[in-house]
């Protein structure tokens, strides 16, 4: 039995070796590479193989050292990419060439000034941190004032395209050091998506954190885009009775037109997915519960900051909340029904082919209204820090990568550059008349929807924004003499200039007398 610790300690001297071995291989300082990135879930290892793929020697760390080996592992199968792992940060950050550049990928928040809190320890003067996370525009701005005390350049990135983007080909959005930009610009413009006719999607955003802000009404955009498309789907579901197969046909025609786009793509792939574990069609047993990460409802909030309307995404986030109380809304559907509220859907034949060519029309017209709320939100943050963004060029770089990528970004591109100074895309001559060409059968689908029972907040929100702002006259005017009536807030008058004052309560009083 005396033999046993003997063995022991050969066995753990053996495994603790082979561990160090491993260590000092994977931190070797050869020659020092281009990059480093640091956050290796999945948007970060996959960045991390689309900058080596692209030729550009990267080196990688995360706290947790089994997702490094992972990734060497990776970085190994799809082609001997040139890519060193490292489970330390000091070994890390030396072993990035001068001046060091730095991309995290970590979650928004505290793991990001704690992220960067280790990397700092390290760095020197001239070295350069980027965050690729979807984080709050203020955290940027704060973060690259205190990066700048320390001699560090920074900037906020924004990276759109999920999984499958971040492998071949993102959209970036980067805002911030315009000296730091420069420092990996070569790199960005390779490892971006390109779009044949357009280049590489990725340009210098702006100063601050205009990068993160962009990104973050991206996301907003994407919520209306997402919301709109539920909704055309319920209604040729609910009302056109179409089967997965009919609405798969559908999407996928959509795909060839003026609808063409990453998320249309995607929806007639989902309509064609038979249930692995069941009977039927995924898409039918998947929970109407939808789940949301915060970039939707700051994207509101900031609406509401800079007194821009934003209804479309406004009803997306509402439509959100309301899908969350799904426990709620199963016990509402049993109130309503024994309180003797019946189904207002009905068996009655549906046109289906006038159905789906209103609902596409209905689709696009209401799309056009959710991106003038996106950005007239850009250009009204733009005008009040500063920060000059060109709106024609953001269409430009969503052009490909995105989760928004559409072809119909090319019209708003066009738009832009005809008239730089656009007050709102609605009165683009060109998408002008798209949308009167198109506002009956948008009409059409709202009232059949609203009829049926069936709710389309999103094509509703984009429907009543359209009517407000193409009329000259709103009742808004009802609301300021009540505002001056109970509030004394003045109101203004349209036949004279400057604010009034009317003692509405004693003129009413003296009338009843």
């Avoid at 990397?119 to 979807?134: P, T, V």
């Avoid at 019209?411 to 506002?439: H, S, T, W």
Wanted: net charge neutral.
């Amino acid at each position: 039995m005396k033999f046993f610790p003997i063995l022991y300690l050969v066995f753990s001297f053996h495994v603790n070796y082979q561990t160090l071995n491993r260590k000092q291989i994977m931190a070797q300082p050869t020659n020092p590479t281009r990059i480093g990135l640091a956050g290796l879930a999945v948007m970060g290892q996959n960045l991390a193989l689309n900058i080596a793929e692209k030729g550009f020697p990267i080196s990688v760390y995360n706290r947790t050292t089994s997702k490094v080996d992972e990734t060497v592992e990776r970085a190994k199968q799809e082609g001997n990419l040139p890519l060193n792992g490292y489970h330390d940060p000091e070994s890390f950050v030396k072993s990035i060439k001068k001046p060091r550049v730095i991309i995290m990928l970590v979650k928004a928040g505290a793991p990001v000034d704690q992220t960067i809190k280790t990397l700092s320890a390290y760095l020197e003067k001239g070295d350069c941190i980027i965050d690729g996370g979807n984080e709050w525009y203020e955290n940027t701005e704060r973060r690259e004032k205190a990066a700048a005390e320390l001699g560090l350049l920074y900037l906020g990135m924004g990276v759109s395209g999920g999984e499958e983007g971040a492998r071949n080909g993102p959209s970036l959005m980067p805002g911030g050091s315009f000296e730091a930009y420069k420092y990996i610009e070569d790199i960005l413009l390779k490892v971006a998506a390109q779009v044949p006719d357009s280049g590489p999607c990725v340009t210098y955003i702006g100063k601050g954190g205009s990068g993160n802000f962009v990104k973050m009404i991206h996301n907003g955009i994407e919520y209306g885009d997402m919301q709109l498309i539920a909704e055309a789907y319920d209604v040729l579901k609910s009302v056109g009775k179409l089967s997965n197969e009919e609405l798969q046909s559908v999407f996928s025609e959509w795909n060839k037109g003026e609808l063409l786009s990453f998320l249309i793509e995607i929806t007639a792939d989902i309509f064609g997915i038979k249930d692995d574990k069941g009977d039927g069609y995924l898409v039918d047993k998947v929970l109407d519960k939808t789940g949301m990460k915060g970039t939707g409802k700051w994207t509101v909030q900031q609406a509401a900051d800079l007194s821009v309307a934003a209804p479309t995404i406004e009803a997306s986030l509402d439509a959100r909340f309301l899908s969350g109380l799904k426990e709620e809304r199963v016990e509402a559907a049993k109130v309503f029904k024994s309180g003797g509220f019946d189904d207002i859907l009905t068996n009655e034949p549906v046109d289906k082919k006038k159905l789906i060519d209103d609902v596409r029309k209905a689709l696009y017209a209401a799309k056009i209204c959710s991106y003038a709320q996106g950005m007239n939100l850009i250009r009204a943050k733009s005008i009040e820090k500063g920060w000059d963004l060109k709106l024609g060029e953001l269409a430009r770089i969503w052009k490909g990568g995105c989760i928004i990528r559409a072809i119909f970004l090319d019209r708003i591109k066009q738009a832009y550059d005809r008239n730089p100074n656009l007050a709102n895309l609605l009165v683009d001559p060109e998408f002008a008349k798209e949308i009167i060409d198109r506002q009956s059968a948008w009409r059409r689908v709202v009232s059949l929807a609203i009829n049926s029972g069936i709710s389309t907040p999103g094509m509703s929100a984009s429907l009543a924004y359209f009517d407000s702002y193409r009329r000259e006259r709103l009742p808004a005017n009802l609301v300021q003499a009540q505002r001056d009536y109970f509030g004394a807030h003045t109101y203004e008058r349209i036949d004279i200039e400057g604010s009034f004052h009317t003692e509405w309560f004693k003129l009413a009083k003296q009338s009843r007398i």
